[in-house]
């Protein structure tokens, strides 16, 4: 029960501090503004009624919406059975699992309320349009530091083994 615990704790810290940062850039950052941040970094408010970099933004509406509501409900699903098998000693992954269980939970706060979710971390080459990171927030940044925590955890630490 306490793996759970510290899961839905990190989980909500996770969508907690998601859900404020997409606040922040609706509320200073007007819809396709910039902010620019470093030399490599924009602050840019834009939708993106797909999924990662765009994929599924032509798919209609109709089909969209239950693709997405069927993969969270997947994604659930697997996290609470992978953390049902967790050992006292699987911290890094229950922390990987949650960071990824919170991240799908608060892009699904968007698509659901809004039918877009918004992104606003713009990595670039030093202004080079050929050399840029297409636009993603906090929740999609927490599901890859999960994602690659879990491939350290299993392939470096080969603790998944």
């Known amino acids: 029960m306490k793996t759970y615990r510290t899961a839905a704790i990190i989980a909500a810290l996770v969508v907690i501090i998601d859900q404020i940062s997409k606040w922040l850039v609706v509320k200073h950052v007007p819809l396709y503004g910039k902010i620019n941040a470093l030399p490599f970094l924009d602050i840019t408010h834009i939708r993106n009624p797909g999924a990662a970099f765009g994929i599924f933004r032509e798919m209609p509406e109709s089909l969209r919406l239950p693709l997405f509501i069927a993969v969270l409900a997947a994604a659930v699903v697997v996290i609470i059975y992978f953390l049902s098998k967790t050992g006292k000693n699987d911290g890094l992954l229950v922390f990987s699992l949650s ?63």
């Open 99 to 161: 960071l990824i269980l919170g991240g799908a939970i608060g892009n699904s706060i968007d698509r659901f309320r809004l039918r877009y979710v918004t992104d606003f971390i713009d990595f670039h080459w030093f202004g080079n349009p050929a050399l840029h990171w297409p636009p993603f927030n906090l929740s999609d940044s927490a599901i890859t530091i999960g994602v690659v925590l879990i491939l350290f955890d299993t392939f470096i630490l080969k603790r998944g083994r």
